[in-house]
């Protein structure tokens, strides 16, 4: 019934009558729907209802027809890989999805554009000193006001814990007590004193800067316009005509289902009582032809802490626990949309792990890129200049020597795909091994450990090297997702971590078999002004208790997990999803005509 409201949704959108017509109409099979009847209650109706209802179900045939024809066909099962961190683990709550039935939250303007008497990075207005955008040499001194701060927070943390000798009657009076409480406004005031704070607020000021906090504002109860094909995309596919009551009703029912806090055993069993709930009320799909074999952090009956390993049809559950969804859920329910064949999703992600360490691949094993060395030299002359100022010595950090070992993700990656590859049939039902398998595929979501590090994108262009001679693919289609958190449009696309992925995508080899999806336009910043208006606003005002509201229903984690969204991580899997498809199906990547078309505002 659900699938004909909607049938009758597109239909009447596009029917030559008149809006009023289109919304009784709607309004009135609504109803119909809810109540589950299975005739009109209006007789003048039923013949104008009935013509409506068939020439809906024929377009529907045809677009269904349409697009089992422009589906990519395969034959052998497509084998794709998913790696990365924490939110490839993925830490939201599916309940959360309801955020995308209803309008963006609205923080309110004269409250969340205010500056704060001291720095914060919370702060809208304060947050210029990184969305400051303008000529490069003001971008140059407010990095190097951010420097100032963090050695000003450091030398006088030091001096209030006695590092540099009994406290001085020139550094003023001493704080009294400890914590967070005591010490960061002590600190805060300190940098005032030093002038770092108005010399930012000159710059965030400076007529220069093209994107004020009135422009930030803007942008952020903008967004949800700029992607709302996509949101009714995703709504339609994933929810499609679910509301408020209906969620509710998945809540009742997951607490009537009594399912374990932390689960010891039967993890598949639990799994899937959550996730047939989860159809039942909110219509979030489980997949046919796609399943997947989970390796990490995730919750599985197989392994021990960070190592169990879960395996079954794609649904919901497949994130950090059995009621967490991360990217995985919306690239596979994408790629059964786009490709018809049986897809294995096989997905390792640890949290708090880094390309430059932990995912580091065995091919640099005691090699040194070029960003690398360059980095590391230039710390060695700025600490031995500082050493030789100060009157001490200073052991310079020396080039890396081989270990002979593998990096700690891929230890435990390795081995799995080994296993996995040896016997596919084990994981997906559908595996023929006259025919094979091939390797559709691999998505790779990290970057937050890494934001400091200058050869991200070397790193990664050897790390997609290594995985292709793994598995032997030279032109494997790889898509990255980038770091959504720097959202604003004209960021979006810069820094270490994202800057670096648009660096690895034109390298040779990659450039043509690589995408990077640009997660920012996804990443609900609004909710990030939501908290502040929980954490700063008089509770007696009615927004506080609006975004305490939104807050609860929208969010299920902090907000560098992204703020554990189903909406965000819904919109960012299957664009994720869409992307590979893609590519696999022989098309160029999309992210260069984006590039294109920011660097030209």
């Given at each position: ?316 559950g497949f994130g950090g626990s059995i009621n967490k969804i991360g990217p995985e859920y919306g ?42 060395k360059a980095a590391r030299e230039a710390w060695n002359k700025k600490m031995a200049a500082r ?197 696999m199906a022989g098309g160029e990547p999309k992210i260069f005509e984006q590039l294109t078309c920011?660097?030209?505002?």
């Amino acid at each position: 019934m659900r699938r004909a409201v909607y049938g009758m949704k597109v239909f009447v959108k596009n029917f030559a009558i008149t809006d009023l017509a289109k919304f009784s109409l709607l309004l009135h099979f609504h109803r119909c729907a809810r109540s589950k009847l299975t005739h009109f209650q209006y007789p003048h109706l039923n013949h104008l209802m009935k013509t409506l209802y068939i020439a809906c179900s024929l377009a529907g045939l045809l677009a269904l027809t349409a697009n089992a024809e422009t589906k990519l066909k395969k034959e052998k099962l497509q084998i794709v890989f998913l790696m990365g961190q924490s939110n490839m683990v993925g830490l939201a709550d599916p309940e959360t999805a309801v955020y995308l039935t209803e309008p963006a939250y609205v923080p309110p303007k004269d409250f969340v554009t205010k500056k704060s008497e001291f720095f914060d990075w919370q702060n809208l207005y304060w947050q210029g000193v990184r969305t400051f955008k303008g000529p490069q040499k003001y971008k140059d001194e407010l990095d190097a006001l951010v420097e100032e701060r963090r050695m000003s927070r450091m030398k006088w943390r030091q001096r209030v814990k006695g590092q540099h000798g009994p406290w001085q009657e020139a550094w003023g009076k001493k704080p009294e007590g400890k914590g967070r409480g005591v010490m960061y406004p002590y600190l805060d005031a300190k940098a005032a004193e030093e002038g770092i704070y108005e010399r930012m607020d000159a710059i965030i000021g400076h007529p220069d800067n093209e994107f004020t906090v009135e422009a930030a504002y803007q942008e952020l109860i903008a967004r949800d316009k700029v992607i709302a094909d996509e949101i009714e995309l995703v709504r339609r596919e994933y929810l499609q005509d679910a509301d408020h009551s209906d969620f509710q009703s998945f809540q009742d029912a997951i607490k009537a289902a009594k399912i374990p806090r932390n689960l010891e055993s039967d993890v598949e069993q639990w799994r899937s009582t959550y996730a047939h709930l989860a159809r039942e009320h909110v219509n979030l799909p489980i997949a046919e032809r796609v399943h997947i074999v989970a390796h990490g952090h995730v919750d599985g009956s197989e392994g021990e802490k960070n190592r169990y390993t879960t395996h079954g049809p794609l649904s919901v559950g497949f994130g950090g626990s059995i009621n967490k969804i991360g990217p995985e859920y919306g690239i596979g329910i994408a790629l059964e949309r786009m490709v018809d064949a049986p897809i294995l999703l096989v997905k390792c992600s640890w949290g708090n792990t880094a390309i430059k360490d932990a995912w580091r691949p065995p091919t640099l094993d005691g090699v040194e890129t070029p960003s690398e060395k360059a980095a590391r030299e230039a710390w060695n002359k700025k600490m031995a200049a500082r050493a030789e100022a100060e009157g001490r010595e200073y052991t310079p950090v020396p080039a890396p020597k081989k270990t002979g070992e593998l990096s700690y993700c891929w230890g435990m990656t390795l081995p799995h795909i080994e296993k996995v590859l040896a016997d596919p049939g084990k994981y997906h039902p559908e595996y023929d091994p006259d025919l094979g398998y091939e390797i559709g595929g691999m998505v790779w979501f990290q970057g937050y450990s890494d934001q400091n590090n200058p050869a991200y994108g070397e790193h990664l262009v050897e790390l997609v090297n290594f995985m292709r001679d793994q598995v032997d693919t030279p032109d494997m289609p790889f898509v990255a997702g980038t770091l959504g958190m720097p959202a604003y449009r004209h960021m979006a696309l810069e820094g270490n971590v994202n800057g670096g992925m648009i660096q690895a995508a034109q390298f040779p080899g990659m450039r043509g078999t690589m995408d990077v999806v640009n997660t920012a336009p996804y990443f609900p910043l609004e909710l990030d002004m939501a908290h502040n208006v929980r954490t700063g606003m008089d509770k007696e005002d009615p927004e506080h208790a609006k975004a305490m509201d939104i807050l609860k229903r929208a969010t299920s984690n902090k907000g560098f997990h992204y703020h554990g969204s189903a909406k965000c991580f819904l919109l960012m899997g299957d664009a994720m999803g869409r992307s590979l498809a893609n590519l696999m199906a022989g098309g160029e990547p999309k992210i260069f005509e984006q590039l294109t078309c920011i660097s030209c505002e």
